[in-house]
T-cell receptor, first 116, second 114 residues
Framework: EAGVTQFPSHSVIEKGQTVTLRCDPI?????LYWYRRVMGKEIKFLLH????????ESGMPNNRFLAERTGGTYSTLKVQPAELEDSGVYFC??????????????FGEGSRLTVL | GENVEQHPSTLSVQEGDSAVIKCTYS??????FPWYKQELGKRPQLIID?????GEKKDQRIAVTLNKTAKHFSLHITETQPEDSAVYFC?????????????FGKGTKLSVIP
């Protein structure tokens, strides 16, 4: 079974440019999460999809970040325009948990974003 | 919201010794506490987890303990091996309202010296 896949693995852009990160969750996982780790800090929650619906986007830093999950399959996270502080590793995770049970999160390998 | 503190940030042990990583959390409603291991350049992977109705859980050389009164939980690795070298993250989760987000600690970089 394929795991969570993310693309690109590394992106280097200049301040003001746009980047779109993609995540393909494990097939059949309704829950999809985006997390971000800035250098040396904790992995921070950004948002949570249940199928195509945004369940919780309380962690999104500001309106320069836009996440979508059309059709409830893969998800994209767009940063526009990118700022220096957006640099970090963006992790996607998926889970099969439902109801009140937090299912195991399966992480992708992350997309490293470097904003110059 | 939930806040998770993790200590130490770095830990070096000799091969064969034990390693202990400690985390505290702030929200008493948290009821799920997973530990993730991230090897260099690889994805974080769940190695063990514990729920609030259990005080201790063991899986071969790793164990996790939970003290709900004190709001802290710890990861114990015995007979450490070089392949245990990685960054370990603790996390806590508060159930409810359809959101199952994890709040992570800052990570502990464990180095096992052969």
């Amino acid at each position: 079974e394929a795991g969570v896949t993310q693309f690109p693995s590394h992106s280097v852009i200049e301040k003001g440019q746009t980047v779109t990160l993609r995540c393909d969750p494990i097939s059949g996982h309704d829950n999809l999460y985006w997390y971000r780790r800035v250098m040396g800090k904790e992995i921070k929650f950004l948002l949570h999809f249940v199928k195509e619906s945004k369940q919780d986007e309380s962690g999104m830093p500001n309106n320069r970040f836009l996440a979508e999950r059309t059709g409830g399959t893969y998800s994209t996270l767009k940063v526009q325009p990118a700022e220096l502080e957006d640099s970090g590793v963006y992790f996607c995770a998926s889970s099969h948990g439902t109801g009140g049970d937090t299912g195991e999160l399966f992480f992708g390998e992350g997309s490293r974003l470097t904003v110059l | 919201g939930e806040n998770v503190e993790q200590h130490p940030s770095t830990l070096s042990v000799q091969e064969g010794d034990s390693a202990v990583i400690k985390c505290t959390y702030s929200d008493s409603a948290s009821n799920y506490f997973p530990w993730y291991k991230q090897e260099l350049g690889k994805r974080p992977q769940l190695i063990i987890d514990i729920r609030s109705n259990v005080g201790e859980k063991k899986d071969q050389r790793i164990a996790v303990t939970l003290n709900k009164t004190a709001k802290h939980f710890s990861l114990h690795i015995t007979e450490t091996q070089p392949e245990d070298s990685a960054v370990y993250f603790c996390a806590a989760s508060i159930p409810g309202a359809g959101s199952y987000q994890l709040t992570f600690g800052k990570g502990t970089k464990l180095s096992v010296i052969p």
